[in-house]
């Protein structure tokens, strides 16, 4: 007895030895992945461990810090969350959350954290500094300035606090304060180029052009990189006529960054006042572009177009925005000289009828023209007045603090749309989500994959995988090799399995009206077969996605589509795929609230269904329910579906 208890006792150390020696090994991989930015591949190591352990709080800790790198915020502050609920004693783990929450902009959350932190180790300064940008942003000034004296005395050598204090005080409008601390921060770090833009936008708020000038170029020395810094110095250089100059530093700026807006629109303007006309008019066609109700952008193109004889372009651009501004003066005046060059007097005299009609009324001159000195002046990006057409723009908000992380893959700034995952179905190929590979599986398609005699061994997968040139030759000699053995068989129990298959080869090269076919005389046969209704439901629906793309009418065939899925749903009741892909037909119906509770099922029966949470997140977000879309779309990402971190950004 006592060797039986002594080898029961080794039995149990051993088997709890290797479990830790598992998550030991997993929380390692998981630590590696994120050391070298493999961020995506780290979360699915961290899973792994929370599966096992949940009681673990390094995996959601590190988690979390993995999901924050992919721009993740909301489900970094939800891992963060269920780490210091199993060990409030980390300080890091506040920082992450506290960190996650300025990025959601929840300020006053972020503060609870910093200060809990701060509890825990009081000698980080970072925390100190970040709690104080939060009073900021909260316009809590006074707080805010406590929080920069504290650490000015404790740390008199850290000159980033004396310009978050110069920050504060311009947000007061004390530039006078303003320009004294971020002259000691400069006493301090004569190398920092954030602290050189700060000196430079007091400068500019003083019209100071040329000491802007000075300290854009300092800041420019040392962040080369930074585009507002070039956009900036280009305004401030405009203002003591440097334009070649401007010019060369708005060019520079689209070679950093090509979509940026400030820098095509002012270059526009730049190249107008140079008389580039057909160059100011590329500039305003990519703003036009990117921005297509921007009515300043496409009066000041109808401009461009009268000068170069484009008449009627010009008057199309003029008409848009007196449509929108029916007492816009200059342009009513602008589009009646169009009308007349081109003949169109009835036009013409309409337009200046309602010149001279206001000036009676209203004794309002006609609006003054283009001149030299407009160039000068600015507005706001966010300023819609058609009288500012000619002048500079400047963003609403200054640049705010950047917190920049570079890592390998930069998944969430893939190119991906708003489209929904496809249905699931029954394929020759196995499916591959794109990160972790995994057989979906479902009961009855290995029972049926369990018959004697089949070619082709049978797999679920989401949408019509394996489409390259060598899989695609293979199905078809599969269609080929299936359709020669149909005719030796006709009439036995074998024509059933192999119609199956040949039905399954036709989905994968999507010949959808014969895959139905065949499904149809499968279900002739074997009425109880669901694999078949399930297959066939989905090619119809396929079909009917590619009908309402033609312009089809396709109300009878979803129809069709939704009762195979009813009585696929009857012989299987259980079955998650199931519920989903009926969500994707409801969704192309328009039955969104039925679309939603059948993901929602699918979800309840398939927790780890990436693909549910991903489509019930567009649909919500389609919906207006940003909130649920983020949820949806982070679970979506934290189980492997890692094109969620691609439409989160895009949604933000």
């Known amino acids: 007895m006592k060797r039986f208890l002594v080898f029961l006792f080794s039995l149990v150390l051993s088997l709890g030895a290797n479990a830790q020696f598992k998550i030991d090994r997993l929380m390692t991989s998981g630590e590696i992945a994120l050391h070298y930015e493999d961020y995506v591949l780290s979360i699915q190591y961290f899973n792994q461990i929370i599966a096992l352990r949940p009681n673990l709080y390094q995996p959601w800790h590190l988690r979390g810090a993995a999901k924050f790198y992919l721009e993740d915020f909301s489900g970094a502050e939800d891992d963060a969350t269920e780490a210091i609920d199993r060990n409030p004693y980390v300080d890091l783990i506040y920082d992450l959350r506290a960190i996650s929450r300025i990025r959601q902009q929840k300020y006053e959350g972020a503060i609870q954290d ?314 020759l190929f196995p499916y591959n989500n794109g990160v972790k590979a995994y057989q979906a599986f479902d009961r009855d398609v290995e029972k049926f994959n369990a018959r004697k005699g089949l070619r082709h061994h049978l797999y679920v997968a989401c949408g019509n995988h394996g489409q390259g040139a060598s899989t695609t030759t293979y199905a078809f000699a599969l269609v080929d090799s299936l359709t020669t053995e149909l005719y030796t068989s006709l009439g036995t129990l074998k024509e059933c399995p192999v119609m199956m298959q040949r039905a399954v080869a036709f989905s994968v090269v999507q010949n959808y009206p014969d895959a139905i076919a065949d499904l149809d005389e499968v279900i002739r046969q074997d009425s109880t077969l669901m694999i078949a209704y399930w297959q066939r439901a989905v090619c119809q629906s396929l079909m009917n996605s590619y009908n309402i793309s033609q312009g089809l009418d396709a109300k009878l065939k979803i129809a069709s589509a939704l009762s195979d899925f009813n009585q696929a749903l009857r012989l299987a009741p259980n079955n998650a795929y199931l519920y989903y892909d009926r969500a994707i037909v409801n969704a192309l119906n328009g039955e969104t609230s039925k679309a939603i509770e059948d993901y929602s099922h699918a979800i309840k029966l398939e927790p780890h269904m990436a693909e549910a949470y991903y489509n019930r997140g567009i649909l919500y977000y389609n919906m207006g329910d940003k909130n649920s879309a983020k949820r949806d779309l982070s679970k979506a990402g934290e189980l492997g579906l890692y094109d969620a971190y691609s439409i989160m950004k895009r949604m933000k």
């Open 114 to 427: 910093y200060t809990s932190a701060i509890r825990l180790n009081p000698n980080q300064q970072n925390y100190w500094f970040n709690r104080a940008i939060c009073e900021m942003n909260l316009k809590n000034y006074d707080a805010a300035l406590l929080q920069t004296d504290t650490i000015t005395q404790r740390w008199s050598k850290f000159a980033n606090a004396y310009s978050l204090k110069a920050e504060i005080y311009l947000e007061k409008k004390d530039t006078l304060e303003a320009a004294r601390w971020i002259d000691k921060s400069l006493e301090i770090d004569p190398f920092d180029g954030n602290t050189w833009m700060t000196r430079a936008s007091i400068n500019l708020s003083r019209k100071e052009w040329r000491e802007a000038d000075t300290c854009l170029s300092k800041a420019i020395h040392l962040k080369p990189k930074h585009v507002p810094s070039y956009i900036n110095r280009a305004l401030a250089r405009l203002n003591f006529n440097n334009l070649r100059g401007a010019m060369e530093d708005y060019n520079t700026a689209l070679d950093l960054d090509p979509n940026n807006f400030l820098a095509h629109y002012n270059r526009g303007l730049l190249r107008q006042q140079l008389g580039a006309d057909n160059d100011a008019i590329e500039d305003f066609d990519y703003v036009i572009e990117m921005e297509p109700e921007n009515v300043m952008a496409i009066f000041n193109r109808g401009l461009l177009r009268q000068k170069t004889g484009n008449l009627r372009g010009a008057i199309r651009d003029y008409s848009k925005v007196i449509d929108q501004f029916p007492n816009f003066w200059t342009g009513l005046e602008y589009r009646a000289k169009c009308y007349r060059a081109l003949g169109m007097t009835n036009q013409a005299e309409m337009d200046e009828f309602k010149i001279f009609k206001a000036q009676m009324d209203k004794h309002l001159g006609i609006q003054p023209r283009w001149s030299a000195s407009k160039l000068k002046e600015m507005r706001k990006r966010g300023e819609i007045d058609p009288d500012k057409y000619s002048s500079i723009v400047v963003e609403d908000e200054p640049d705010e603090r950047a917190y920049q992380s570079e890592y390998r893959g930069h998944v969430q700034n893939r190119s991906v749309g708003f489209e929904t995952r496809p249905p699931f179905m029954i394929s």
